[in-house]
T-cell receptor
């Protein structure tokens, strides 16, 4: 079936470096994508979203890139900080008429001091 | 804080117990959701309500029973659960169906 997946289960980066978390999706009809951050003991926290009519969207220290040709989504975090350590999920909406979000398994980001 | 609260935060219950999880959103949203999060598995959608009407019952066993008395409150009633039901249960809300969802902190449930 259609699924959202992540290439790496764990990513370790040096504090101050940039982080890139990747996500592959298989449903070409998916029209909306969201990145969530989940810290230990907390629920997922909305970070940034992007619609399929866009290639790039920037937030505060974060950038999401969408490549519909290869069905790939990435989250870039600039100047990674210890507080960025968490599990990051991508989620896709199945289609414009759907309300369901399909979540990936998550990537754990570890920030080394 | 996201504006979505859940109680209790932790719950231990026996297989014969009856308990309820509560969720409240202070965002004025119209849609609310229950998810199950198990270790090393993606989030599993359980139930969806829009304007207090259930729009999704995702093949969830009947030992889980949702209730949405108004657009701000959502309950999950639990009865005769199994050990494999132990998980983090997350509530979320969105302005409308299909919009970005905001999650509560979850209830960590352990079934003994």
């Amino acid at each position: 079936g259609e699924s959202v997946g992540l290439h790496l289960p764990t990513l370790s980066v040096q504090e101050g470096d940039n982080s890139i978390i990747n996500c592959a999706y298989s449903n070409s009809a998916s029209d909306y994508f969201i990145w969530y951050k989940q810290e230990s003991g907390k629920g997922p926290q909305f970070i940034i979203d992007i619609r399929s009519n866009m290639d790039k969207r920037q937030g505060q220290r974060v950038t999401v890139l969408l490549n519909k040709t290869v069905k790939h989504l990435s989250l870039q975090i600039a100047a990674t900080q210890p507080g960025d350590s968490a599990v990051y999920f991508c989620a896709e909406r199945e289609s414009r008429s759907s309300y369901k979000l399909i979540f990936g398994s998550g990537t754990r980001l570890l920030v080394r001091p | 804080e996201t504006g979505v609260t859940q109680t209790p935060r932790h719950l231990v219950m026996g297989m014969t117990n009856k308990k309820s999880l509560k969720c409240e959103q202070h965002l004025g949203h119209n849609a609310m959701y229950w998810y199950k999060q198990s270790a090393k598995k993606p989030l599993e959608l359980m139930f969806v309500y829009s304007l207090e009407e259930r729009v999704e019952n995702n093949s969830v066993p009947s030992r889980f029973s949702p209730e949405c008395p108004n657009s701000s409150h959502l309950f999950l009633h639990l009865h005769t659960l199994q050990p494999e039901d132990s998980a983090l249960y997350l509530c979320a809300s969105s302005q409308d169906l299909g919009r970005e969802q905001y999650f509560g902190p979850g209830t960590r449930l352990t079934v003994t």
